[in-house]
């Protein structure tokens, strides 16, 4: 998977939790996953379809992602329940449709989003493709943005 | 005798419907309009296109504000089939969506939206392109 093709993924995250949100990053090193399900408890899920395939997956603690959703939403959540499970499909949509602006090389549709929790869910990632982790810290706990996308020939 | 000042009193009344298939996201924008001074029973909510279009059969709605992405009937093709109708065809139909691919806002143009506004958007930025409607 080329390098370029992840950069649209780390503006689009950047923007969203510092511009929107106020919440400064810290972004790590990208690195190739090599296990992919090995993955925070709480992930946003979307599938990139049309003149490429991939997915992005948006990954936090129980914590991060019940925090992450109470500043976007301007309230406090305590629990996982279905309004933080909601705004957590909403943020990788939000990531996902705001990269497609970068991605120039090809037109991407993208996929409603979902989103699973727990220790041992399985996702499942476009086939003979790696899974690209960009880590970040955040002063509400670390997230990590995770894609595969298929390279144009 | 009062000498308080509403300082809503000159908003124009206008039933807005908002269409999203994110619950936080209604409520973001329901919050915003609301700190703008519009009437919470203005507001209506759907989850999908399909809702929305029956909310928008029943009621008189003077402004949608449209998601792209929803199950049913997305923003795009609600959009079209609002325009279809002679009570809508003027309508301000506003698109706030994910979607910021160059493609998709002229795609949403051509089906007849009359603003595109790129979403995270924060609360004065939507009032800022939303705001002269209720002048």
Redesign the interface.
Known sequence: MKVKYINPFITATV??FE???GLKLTGGKPYVLSDPQNLMEVSGIIGLAGETKGAVVLSFSRETAIKV?ST???TTYTALG??VI??V??LV?????????D?TEF??E???PGVVTGKAYQIHWPEGIPVVSIPFESEIGPLSVNVSLRDMA | MSFAVDIWSERKSMKVLIID?????R??HA?TLKEHGVDAGDLREAEDGTVALDIAERDDIDLFLVD????KLDGLGLVKKLRAKPEYAETPIIMV????????VVEAVKAGVTNYI???V?GDNLWQKIGKYFE
């Open positions: 923007n969203l511009e929107y949100m959703v976007m939403e301007k279905g309004e909601d705004g499909g909403e949509n939000i990531i996902a449709g705001n990269a497609k602006k991605l037109r991407v993208i996929s409603l | 298939d994110s619950g936080v996201m409520r973001i919050n792209w992405n929803m199950p969506t994910s979607e910021a691919a160059k493609y998709n790129i979403k995270p924060r």
